[in-house]
């Protein structure tokens, strides 16, 4: 195959990948987000301390975040074509993108809200301020950087799965790769695939440690951080933060583009870290 | 001010009870400094807590400034709304300041002013005033982190007085501070106790907090306070533990047999009176002085002997008579003949 003849194929599968990962993310932030926060909330010793909740809340993300994705994938065909009344094309494949990513996002927001000062929450709490003011003023801020990290983790998750659901009529890389790459042996459009995807992981990489980092204050964990670490501590200028966490233990894992491992093995696990 | 009556706390850990307050009925009067000390685990912290219903009281009442908080119950550990007003006029410093490091420091300050409900132009204005009150107006622009730990409880202390309270909460708002600084923050503490007339409720560790700021103090023991007052008074009272930790004078020595040991205690006045050469040359006796400590308590000078007399007590009366019209405090610590017998 000629430049000439993979651009335009490319072109639209790029397309149809960002749209459903875009959509999937966006589901992500919309209900990963609340469900993160309200595990925080409900557990014990939380602000809203609600076993039955909480319990349920876990349960949900748990299986969400256990079942292999093409599992998830299959299982929701019927769910698929009842949303957007079709169980082929990116539409199709949002929807399932969009139910997986939602739970891994949420634990990844459960880990970040959980490692606010507790002392924080009691401070917003002495002034008078209501649960819904602790929430809005000290855990989404003071996690603000974690949760980036948070998201730029789902979203490269997210770019795997799509690639997984492209191969199975889902659109996208992932079907492009498929059928040319696979099963016509177009072995130079298959670098081509790979390269643009390493390309499109490394960009949301960095974006996102450049979102982060924009966002922690100084002084916050001074955790390893890749793309800092060649930088002198001691600058201090007023706007300028040079310290910061892209995830909650050192830096960002990365999944990479051929699918994470379905439980999300290459994510911090929760709660363990005090 | 704030009175506790009766107030009872009790957790429970893995089904067993653990009774953090026993009953402390507390007293703290408008316009004091009222310190709380106590060893570690006494109850101080929960107490605090307590008085702003951060930790909900088992039994007993709380009342700040006429308004009886542990009425305004909320449902279980939240706030209800009537709750949270009352805490608005509550301010409360931590020991690890607790500030917002995504903030800086003028936010930090705002954040009370924006639970509070004022409008945009009206925080930055009490914000500002706020900040020159501390000292720290030209820091408003940095983070926390850039701060010093000093700095860092000037701002905790300006963000607790942005809703204009009249009672000042602060649980060991000194400790993670080196000497130095704690002076620094104590004498803003004491200043603004002055000047706001704000009623100031500390718990602290250090004997120094206490004698260095407080018009009155109490002493807390598994639960309990087992003294309160204020602390002339208390440094006044015979057989006080708080006395002694103010003004330590060691451990009985064991001593010998045939000899009466007394704790004098002497107010500013007299403490430059020499009474101890005038007892030896008036009555002839030989004493010896075991041990002595002066402090400078709410600006006036207190202090404490400790000296030996030859004989029993029962010959000693005329000396110690002599002691006591001087207008010193004379306790015997030790009648070692008596305690002999
Ligand atoms: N949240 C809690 N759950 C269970 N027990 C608690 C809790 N908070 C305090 N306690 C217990 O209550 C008692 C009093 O604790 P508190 O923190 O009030 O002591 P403290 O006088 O402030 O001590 P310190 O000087 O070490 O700060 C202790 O025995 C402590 O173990
Ligand atoms: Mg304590």
Redesign the interface.
């Known amino acids: 195959m000629t430049w000439a003849e993979m651009q335009p194929l490319l072109l639209t599968a790029t397309r149809e990948t960002l749209s459903m990962v875009g959509t999937a993310t966006l589901v992500a932030l919309l209900a990963g987000l609340p469900a993160g926060v309200l595990l925080v909330l409900t557990d014990r010793g939380g602000?809203?301390?609600n076993r039955p909740v909480n319990r349920v809340l876990g349960a949900v993300v748990n299986v969400g975040r256990s079942l292999p994705f093409i599992v998830l994938m299959l299982a929701l065909t019927q769910f698929t074509k009842w949303v957007v009344g079709t169980s082929l094309g990116w539409q199709a494949a949002s929807v399932p993108l969009a139910v997986g990513a939602v739970p891994f996002f949420a634990r990844l927001v459960e880990t970040a809200v959980r490692e606010v000062?507790g002392?924080?929450v009691?401070?917003?709490?002495?002034?008078?301020?209501?649960?819904w003011?602790a929430v809005r003023?000290?855990l989404v801020?003071?996690a603000?950087p974690s949760l980036v990290a948070g998201l730029t983790t789902t979203v490269i998750a997210v770019v795997g799965y799509s690639a997984m659901a492209g191969a199975v009529g889902g659109g996208g890389l992932g079907n492009l790769a498929y059928t040319y790459g696979y099963m016509r042996f177009e072995t130079d459009f298959m670098t081509v695939i790979v390269v643009e995807l390493v390309l499109l992981v490394a960009l949301v990489q960095a974006l996102g440690d450049l979102a982060a980092r924009a966002?922690a204050?100084?002084?916050?964990g001074s955790g390893p951080v890749r793309l800092l670490r060649r930088r002198p501590a001691a600058v201090?200028t007023?706007r300028a933060p040079h310290a910061v966490r892209t995830a909650p233990r050192g830096g960002t894992p990365d999944p990479g583009p051929a699918g994470p491992s379905e439980d999300g093995g290459a994510v911090p696990e929760p709660a363990a870290s005090h | 001010m704030i009175t506790t009556a009766d107030l009872r706390k009790t957790y429970r850990v893995r089904g067993r009870d653990v009774t953090a307050l026993d009953g402390v009925d507390l007293h703290v009067q408008e316009g004091e400094v009222y310190g709380v000390v106590g060893t570690s685990g006494a109850g101080k912290s929960t107490l605090v807590r307590c008085v702003?219903m951060?930790e909900r009281p088992t039994s007993g009442t709380v009342t700040v400034d006429g308004l009886e908080l542990t009425a305004l119950a909320g449902r279980?550990?939240?706030?209800g709304r009537g709750l949270?007003?009352?805490?608005?006029s509550?301010g409360?410093v931590?020991q690890?300041f607790?500030l917002?490091?995504?903030?800086t420091v003028r936010d930090n300050v705002e954040?009370?002013l924006?639970?509070?409900g004022l409008d945009r132009t009206e925080r930055r204005r009490r914000a500002g005033d706020l900040l020159d009150l501390v000292g720290l107006a030209d820091k408003a622009?940095?983070?926390?982190?850039?701060l010093s730990g000093g700095q860092k409880q000037r701002v905790g202390i300006a963000?607790a007085l942005?809703?204009d309270p009249k009672v000042l909460?602060s649980d060991e708002a000194t400790s993670a501070l080196d000497p130095e600084t704690t002076r620094s923050i104590l004498e803003l503490l004491r200043d603004l106790n002055r000047r706001l007339g704000l009623t100031v409720l500390l718990i602290t560790h250090e004997m120094d907090v206490i004698t260095s700021v407080c018009d009155s103090a109490a002493l807390m023991r598994g639960g309990r306070i087992t003294e309160s007052g204020r602390l002339a008074d208390l440094l006044a009272t015979p057989g006080s533990e708080l006395a002694r930790a103010v003004l330590p004078l060691g451990d009985l020595p064991a001593g010998r047999p045939d000899a009466t040991v007394l704790d004098i205690t002497f107010p500013g006045e007299t403490a430059a009176r020499p009474f101890v050469s005038q007892l030896a040359r008036t009555h002839h006796v030989d004493l010896s002085i075991l041990g002595a400590a002066v402090e400078t308590v709410g600006g006036r000078q207190i202090g404490r002997m400790r000296i030996e007399l030859p004989g029993r007590h029962d010959e000693n009366a005329v000396p110690i008579g002599y002691l006591r019209e001087q207008g010193l405090l004379v306790d015997v610590v030790t009648d070692r003949t008596e305690d002999a017998a």
């Open positions: 602000l809203l301390q000062d002392g924080l009691e401070a917003v709490q002495a002034m008078g301020g209501s649960t003011t003023k000290v801020p003071e603000l966002l204050h100084r002084g916050r201090r007023a | 702003n951060l279980g550990p939240r706030a949270r007003a009352a805490r608005r509550i409360m931590f690890h607790n917002l490091s995504s903030r954040l009370p924006e639970i509070m622009g940095a983070y926390p982190a850039q963000r942005a809703g909460l």
